[in-house]
């Protein structure tokens, strides 16, 4: 899997995505100038982007490998992740961050969070 990039100087975008030996894009972002819309994403769309069950998302929580989900609302169960945050975790995982490397970005996620 390689991390590719582009620029589209008519559109003024960036464009950065995950592909892999097929020429098969399995995640694409794209920066355009002004605000950058955040995206949440459910367990269901996490696991899928990051081809690994459901179940395997919530044990990387538990160890620590990846960011305890947002709740969106006080009294919500719904559990949500930002897509930039995915993105982040699925870079360093593609560079082949060691274990130690990994669930420090973990950290820096949630910190940055809490301080927003």
Do not use: C
Not at 79 to 89: D, S
């Amino acid at each position: 899997m390689n991390l590719v990039a582009s620029h589209d100087p008519q559109r003024r975008a960036y464009s950065i995505g995950l592909v892999g030996g097929s020429i098969k894009t399995f995640s694409y972002l794209t920066l355009t100038k002004g605000p950058l819309l955040m995206k949440f994403l459910r367990v269901k769309h996490v696991a899928e982007r990051m081809g690994q069950s459901q179940s395997m998302i919530y044990k990387e929580v538990a160890s620590g490998r990846f960011p305890r989900p947002m709740k969106l609302g006080a009294n919500s169960n719904m559990a949500t992740w930002l897509e930039a945050e995915v993105l982040r975790m699925m870079r360093l995982q593609v560079r082949g961050g060691t274990d130690e490397e990994i669930k420090e970005e973990a950290r820096r996620i949630e910190k940055a969070r809490s301080s927003a």
